[in-house]
């Protein structure tokens, strides 16, 4: 619920409370009266409403017991007086809850505000070209109100080598984002030089095997697009990357695993052919392992023709939508990051230019 949708209801339920307790005081026999009832309305109001909004519910409050004390003529028995301090008492506790709650929630505001731009700092913004490859990326956390998560993606961009990076770190929430920014960070620092990616793979997992404890780790696919008509590829404990031709004919590209970062990874890589047109689509888990709701995974193939017709933004946009319609309540478990590379060899031209590389549902 929205906050002005919340704030509305709020005010409905408070007025719509006290009418129907006055209606209930006109009905009800004299020496049945519903007076402390009343303070309910500034509780209610309290919730959700401003301050001054919970001060007017809380002086209405008191309105209306004055009124009912003067229609039922019980202003000369004690009861009536208690009945009005327990009002009067009631509405300036509401008045103080709503102000305690309006500060915490300044402070709280205050608060997400800075850890949004650190999660945004941590996510490397993707160029939309790195030599002969357009990079397209799209992120979701599964976090609710978090903009990263566990999930990364990075490049590399030094002399002739392009090299790209999307992994997956074991965990969620902040400590899966820290994890993530050492993964990155380790991953730019052997990618630049490094000469093979069984090389920076061994070196990233160097640099994060103190940080890890026995239970971490992280998975990731490494691509290297330095060279015309072909790509190397290494995984570490990664699901395998879709090569989708030109045609719309796609599979998914047979990878060794390998061991995780952080377990001892650097295995050997593979190289495969890489014509112009081509598009690789590299994904975490979350596309990989998103289920309906009969348990039944998304099947990955049948991707295929949107990610070859249509332009890169579309495409990714597209997959998000199929994601979100086949995952059940349309709400993901897991965090998601998926990176569309295309061979563009003697067809892009300009320089790299910067694009997001987040989607929000």
Request: charged share 20%.
């Amino acid at each position: 619920m929205t906050n002005t949708r919340a704030v509305r209801l709020g005010a409905f339920i408070a007025v719509a409370w006290l009418l129907l307790l006055s209606v209930v005081d006109v009905l009800v026999p004299p020496d049945i009266s519903p007076d402390p009832l009343f303070a309910l309305a500034a509780l209610v109001a309290a919730a959700v409403l401003s301050p001054r909004a919970t001060a007017g519910f809380a002086a209405a409050a008191v309105v209306l017991v004055v009124l009912s004390g003067l229609y039922n003529e019980a202003w000369d028995t004690a009861q009536q007086w208690v009945r009005l301090l327990d009002v009067v008492l009631v509405g300036a506790a509401a008045v103080v809850i709503a102000e305690v709650r309006v500060r915490r929630e300044r402070r709280f505001g205050h608060v997400a505000t800075i850890a949004e731009v650190a999660q945004r700092a941590v996510l490397p913004t993707l160029p939309a070209a790195a030599a002969d490859v357009r990079v397209t990326a799209r992120y979701q956390s599964a976090v609710e109100d978090a903009v990263v998560g566990g999930d990364l993606y990075d490049c590399s961009l030094a002399g002739a080598r392009v090299r790209f990076l999307v992994g997956d770190v074991r965990g969620k929430g902040l400590a899966a984002v820290e994890q993530a920014a050492r993964v990155i960070r380790a991953f730019r620092q052997a990618a630049a030089t490094a000469t093979s990616l069984p090389d920076v793979a061994s070196d990233v997992d160097a640099y994060l095997t103190p940080f890890m404890g026995d239970e971490d780790f992280a998975t990731a696919l490494m691509v290297d697009a330095s060279h015309r008509g072909r790509v190397d590829l290494l995984s570490c404990g990664h699901p395998p990357p879709m090569l989708i031709r030109p045609d719309g004919t796609a599979e998914l590209l047979t990878v060794p695993p390998g061991l995780p970062l952080g377990l001892g990874a650097g295995d050997e890589s593979v190289t495969l052919s890489w014509e112009a047109g081509d598009r690789l689509l590299l994904y975490t888990d979350g596309l990989s392992e998103a289920r309906d709701e009969q348990g039944r995974f998304l099947p990955l193939l049948e991707l295929a023709p949107t990610l070859a017709a249509a332009q890169p933004d579309v495409a990714l946009d597209g997959v998000l939508e199929r994601v979100r319609r086949h995952i059940a309540g349309g709400r993901l478990s897991d965090d998601l990051a998926i990176v569309l590379l295309e061979n563009t060899a003697g067809r892009l031209t300009g320089g790299a230019t910067h694009a997001s590389g987040e989607t929000e549902w």
